[in-house]
């Protein structure tokens, strides 16, 4: 599928601030099952510096750094983007589909900090344990069972809802609540796998579905590694698998490092800001073409 898209934010302030640094995470990723064709990032009033870099996750991300006072703030990204379905499942794996728990000491080191558990102490939630050993019972201790049974359960016991604000909740509380958010769900499903043996981080990105709706939002997902298939994203609060349909922006073990926009300002006392956005996507072909794929060597 070739997609173009185009994020904007706007900033007003009351009285003229002083922005402090800033990070961007809205370059879509350009390996893998996405090729890049074009990113543009505009930013009023225009940064003294901006420079990528190359994050843990080996997504790109943008820093700034600004000078002078301004009362407005205006960034726009706009990119066009070719994603191809990633290959089935059941092919990459053959006959070597992971049985789990799969052995912490089996894992290139590499993939450790998806591992972790995301309560302050590092542990894994004891909701997310809970629900990871019941999908587990009904699997056969089979990978891909696992996370078909594992997205089943959190849509049966979790309804989504939008929540634009706030950060991702822990396990326990989401399935306490018994409602969530796209970022949620994602989370859930993270630490779930985790308790697992299975690497998995949180995803944020587009997902252009069909038919378009009034305004997009962003989007969150996991992804997850499989040995012998690699990382692969599962959404919990959709179908499951992704297919060409999700652009990726970032990937990260912990959700806070994907925003879309972190930064701050300084200004006199009392001053306010007001906040908008806008996603705007337009499929300009929703097959990939075969000229937009990268050659394999």
């Not at 979790?158 to 994602?186: F, I, M, N």
């Not at 989370?187 to 009034?214: I, K, N, Q, T, W």
């Amino acid at each position: 599928m070739r997609a173009r898209l185009k994020h904007s934010f706007s900033y007003r302030y009351s009285a003229p601030v002083l922005l402090g640094a800033h990070r961007f995470c809205l370059k879509p990723r350009g390996h893998g099952f996405q090729t890049l064709l074009d990113f543009q990032l505009r930013i009023d009033p225009e940064p003294s510096s901006l420079f990528p870099l190359i994050a843990a996750s080996g997504d790109e991300i943008l820093r700034a750094r600004f000078g002078g006072s301004c009362d407005s703030f205006r960034i726009e990204a706009s990119s066009t983007v070719v994603s191809h379905a990633p290959p089935d499942l059941q092919a990459c794996l053959e006959a070597n589909e992971p049985l789990l728990p799969y052995p912490v000491g089996h894992l290139n080191g590499d993939l450790q900090g998806a591992l972790g558990g995301w309560l302050p102490n590092g542990q894994h939630d004891p909701a997310a344990v809970d629900m990871a050993q019941e999908a587990l019972m009904g699997s056969d201790q089979r990978a891909l069972m696992f996370l078909d049974q594992l997205v089943e359960m959190i849509q049966d016991r979790v309804k989504y809802t939008q929540r634009h604000v706030g950060p991702a909740w822990p396990a326990g509380r989401t399935l306490k609540e018994r409602v969530g958010s796209c970022r949620d769900l994602a989370m859930l499903m993270v630490e779930a796998c985790r308790c697992v043996g299975l690497p998995a981080r949180f995803v944020s990105g587009y997902h252009l579905v069909d038919p378009a709706p009034e305004q997009y939002d962003l989007h969150a997902w996991t992804e997850v590694y499989l040995p012998g298939a690699g990382w692969r994203g599962y959404d919990p609060s959709g179908k499951g698998p992704v297919d060409d349909r999700y652009i990726t922006l970032a990937t990260s073990s912990k959700p806070e490092l994907t925003a879309a926009i972190t930064g701050c300002f300084s200004g006199p006392a009392g001053v306010s800001s007001s906040f908008d956005w806008l996603i705007e996507a337009e499929i300009l072909d929703p097959v990939a073409p075969l000229e937009a794929s990268l050659p394999l060597g």
